[in-house]
């Protein structure tokens, strides 16, 4: 292979690798993805699971745990379960009260799961949880998610171990 041809072709391969790694070398720090588009794969329900695909309705809310509250993106009621539809970048405000005892936030669980996969992403919403004097407020702006269906879940208990936990189907469009 001729020497010229040779640098064209490292040329081209170092382009392509600082493309690739860009998201990794990025200094966006604010910048947070729900799910890596490794962990999408493997928690995306096709249109055929989605359509069969249910979440438990929520109870009411009690005071004896906490209670955990949507206002951004709205939960839509619906036939299968709460359902949230986002578009990607969405904005997430969740409101998390404390009832009878203060909130352990220790405790607080966000995942999302598909079957038997379970994907734990506490550690990437933590720094947008601010405790409160009733509660926490999770406010996380400009997330993204890569578009397609999945379930999640959120988590928490009090001091005393009374544990709220709620799942959504999310729709992200």
């Not at 939960?75 to 359902?83: F, I, Q, R, S, Y």
């Not at 406010?139 to 171990?161: C, E, Q, R, T």
Request: net charge negative; aromatic share 10%.
């Amino acid at each position: 292979m001729s020497k010229s041809i040779s640098i064209y072709l490292l040329t081209i391969f170092i382009i392509c690798g600082f493309g690739v790694l860009n998201p990794v070398l990025s200094d966006d720090e604010d910048k947070t993805d729900f799910f890596t588009e490794y962990e999408a794969k493997q928690l995306r329900y096709s249109d055929k699971e989605w359509e069969k695909e249910s979440v438990p309705k929520h109870e009411p809310d009690t005071l004896d745990r906490p209670s955990i509250i949507f206002d951004e993106p709205d939960v839509l009621d619906m036939k299968k379960g709460p359902t949230i539809i986002a578009i990607t970048p969405t904005n997430f405000f969740v409101v998390i009260k404390q009832n009878d005892s203060p909130l352990d936030m220790g405790t607080i669980k966000v995942w999302g799961e598909k079957f038997f996969i379970h994907i734990d992403i506490t550690d990437r919403v933590l720094k947008y949880l601010k405790p409160t004097k009733d509660g926490a407020i999770l406010h996380a702006k400009s997330i993204h998610i890569p578009k397609g269906h999945y379930k999640v879940g959120i988590s928490i208990a009090d001091v005393n171990g009374n544990k709220a936990e709620k799942k959504y189907r999310l729709k992200v469009e």
